[in-house]
């Protein structure tokens, strides 16, 4: 299957629809996003993503020509869980794009195309607890599972905006699928020695892929998301991943990785760098590329 | 604060705090279709070293703003902010004894209430309502979003104290140029201190902002702005016995750098404002200029230093003989000439709180006026606060 390159945040598909017809223009919140909707469309869409895989999702700078973008789109889709609530909502208010407006067809949320949504609280949320997501953590697309779901959505999305092409859509994720499905097989047949070493993690994004390839998280060094740690946490931390054997701390690039090295160095352990996105390390050139990378400095890191 | 709007607020409230019922059906009580609800409070300590107003001396809340945001229906967005503040008139110097009067307390207002249209052709953007006027960089500012704790003295003294908040009409189109070029033109019922309220007339203006992408981590805006109505009658004047009449023109420019850091979320970020402002009232001008010039660098994930200066100018008739030692005054802004330099130290340790240290130096070019102010400012906000734009 051709696999697409994803360059800073930004992709692009050719202009080239069936029957003259003009593509579908997709916007996507985040590469990883962005690779799955130019797999699935193809041709029959123009797919620009707002957020470069080296930002940090959570904070990327709103500026006004992303809202430009977002006014040209007849579909938009974001990864939702409110992961983009804090530039996502200004932005769409600057496009004044009633084609992309909530609740119309131009507006598609990829978290309901997942059957399970991690750590969702079951008590009361507060600002206590950091910035808390209250409808789960977000970070489902680091599941390459959940990305089979997401590219079928958003085939039947495309489907439904272009019905014309709807066949192409359809072919398109099921190839998408056939050539994922075995890739995440191996990918967690391979995990097997990092699957005997409990991991600290900076900030609470790897949960999915923890839960995927049976790894084990022994805590965060962000306890709270998105707070600093205080020094108590990190000494309780350090402590217990002694006691454990923890080996490793993974953290993404733009975590902040003094703060991490210095938790690792405490606990005996190494800082492992891993792409968190499509585009967030200089390796990660695509989605399948950013799994690669994760097993490979994982088992590096292992040893094997 | 005015029945009416105590009612509103009460009302909003109310429907806020309804528990979800499953039998919407039968209530008509449906809290999906709440709005956003959030309150930011401004808590201030400061003291001056001359001023005797109690604005500057002492502890206050500085302001407190309940805001509503939802979808009103597939055609309109609409924003609603309630504003507690200090009664602005609080001091008073008193004429007799040259002492200060405080009167302490608190007024609201509906600071901002207005519909975006969502779904006008061609991309337009359309604004009904009350909101601030889009004039130069720091009068759209939300209190709690002001780099300093206050405005600048160029802002205070060219277009008003207490902010240009207006009711009318805005209509707005992104520039089919090959950068972003936004250009909104309105017509409100000018009805802020810089205008005469009694006046028929309308008060327009334009606000034309370019933004350029220098690369992914930079940018420069680039804006200028512009606005006519009826003069008040004391619009900075210096002789209280004169009156004005005739209309105001104000004109605007400003430029921007920001710089944010991909490198780290909360990473060094750098932001550098010049803003200028050239009032031209049909009367009693002293030709006016007034600017400021801002920067602000996060250096460490919690933590930003500010830095600003700024002039009011103005040609001053030479000072009476009996007025060279200056004026006694009650508030830092009665000068009629001032430089002010600033700078503030800020810890945030989320989006949803910081506390500010900042001190500021004011120089009166005419007596012997000048003042430092130091201030201490918290700032929290609770709820669902709608993201602020770029």
């Known amino acids: 299957m051709p696999r697409l390159t994803v360059i ?156 014309e092409a709807a066949e192409r859509f359809q072919d398109r994720a099921n190839r998408l699928a056939a050539d994922l499905t075995p890739r995440i097989a191996a990918w967690r047949e391979a995990a097997a020695p990092v699957r005997e070493r409990p991991l600290v993690q900076y900030h609470t994004q790897w949960e999915y892929l923890a839960d995927w390839l049976g790894l084990e998280l022994l805590g965060a060094v962000e306890h709270r998301p998105g707070i600093s740690p205080s020094p108590r946490h990190v000494e309780e931390l350090e402590a217990r991943g002694r006691a454990t054997g923890v080996r490793e701390l993974i953290a993404a690039p733009w975590n902040h990785l003094d703060a991490a090295r210095k938790a690792a160095d405490r606990m005996g352990a190494v800082l492992v760098e891993l792409p968190a996105a499509v585009g967030a390390l200089p390796e990660a050139v695509d989605y399948v590329a950013m799994f690669d990378l994760i097993l490979a400095r994982l088992l590096a890191a292992a040893g094997e | ?144 979003q002001f780099p300093f704790v206050d405005s600048p003295v160029a802002i205070q003294a060219c277009l008003g104290n207490h902010g240009l908040t207006e009711v009318g009409v805005r209509l707005s189109h992104d520039l089919p140029l090959p950068w972003y070029s936004d250009l909104a033109a309105y017509g409100v019922d000018g009805q802020a201190e810089i205008f005469d309220g009694a006046s028929r007339d309308l008060v327009y203006g334009a606000r034309w902002t370019n933004l350029f992408d220098l690369s992914l981590e930079s940018t420069v805006e680039v804006g200028g702005s512009w606005l006519e109505g009826p003069l008040s009658a004391d619009y900075l004047l210096l002789d209280p016995d004169v009156t004005l009449a005739g209309d105001l023109a104000v004109w605007g420019a400003d430029l921007t750098y920001k710089w944010i850091s991909a490198s780290a979320s909360k990473g060094p970020a750098l932001t550098m404002t010049g803003e200028v402002i050239v009032p031209r009232p049909d009367q009693g001008a002293q030709d006016p200029i007034g600017w400021y010039a801002l920067a602000q660098y996060r250096f460490a994930r919690n933590w930003w230093l500010g830095l600003g200066a700024g002039v009011l100018d103005r040609d001053l008739p030479e000072p009476a003989e009996e007025e060279e030692s200056g004026p006694e005054h009650g508030g830092l802004f009665a000068w009629e000439e001032v430089r002010e330099y600033k700078a503030n130290l800020t810890w945030v340790p989320s989006e949803f709180s910081a506390v500010r240290l900042e001190g500021a130096r004011f120089d009166d070019q005419i007596g012997d006026n000048d003042d430092w102010l130091v201030s201490l400012q918290v700032n929290v906000t609770i709820g669902s606060h709608p993201a602020h734009l770029y």
């Open chain 2, 1 to 144: 604060m005015r029945a009416r709007q105590c009612c509103l607020l009460a009302a909003f409230c109310a429907a806020a705090a309804a528990p979800v019922l499953a039998q919407s059906t039968a209530t008509g009580i449906s809290p999906e279709f709440n709005p956003a609800i959030s309150v930011n409070t401004l808590v201030i300590g400061r003291v001056a070293e001359r001023s005797t107003d109690r604005a500057y001396n002492g502890g206050d809340l500085q302001e407190a703003e309940v805001q509503f945001t939802s979808v009103v229906d597939p055609y309109w967005n609409a924003n609603v902010v309630f504003a507690v503040h200090p009664t602005h008139d609080h001091a008073q110097d008193n004429a007799e004894g040259g002492e200060t009067e405080s009167h302490g307390g608190y007024e609201g207002d509906v600071e901002v209430a207005y519909v975006d249209g969502q779904a006008l052709p061609g991309g337009f953007g359309l604004r009904l309502g009350k909101d601030y006027l889009p004039f130069g960089k720091h009068v759209p500012l939300h209190t709690h």
């Open chain 1, 8 to 163: 800073a945040g930004l992709v692009a598909g050719l202009v080239v629809g069936a029957a003259g017809a003009a593509p579908l223009k997709v916007v996507c919140t985040l590469t990883d996003l962005g690779w799955l909707a130019a797999e699935v469309g193809g041709e029959d869409t123009e797919v620009a993503v707002l957020c470069p895989g080296q930002y940090d999702p959570h904070f990327l700078p709103a500026r006004p020509s992303l809202a430009r973008e977002l006014g040209k789109a007849d579909l938009l889709c974001y990864n939702g869980l409110e992961l983009e609530i804090g530039w996502l909502p200004a932005l769409l208010e600057k496009a004044r794009n009633p084609r992309i407006r909530p609740g119309t067809a131009g507006d598609l949320d990829c978290s309901q195309a997942l059957s399970r949504v991690l750590d969702v609280p079951t008590g009361p949320v507060s600002r206590a607890q950091g910035d808390v997501h209250p409808l789960g953590n977000p970070h489902y697309l680091l599941d390459p599972r959940n990305g089979v779901l997401v590219a079928k959505l958003m085939a039947a999305r495309m489907s439904e905006l272009r019905p």
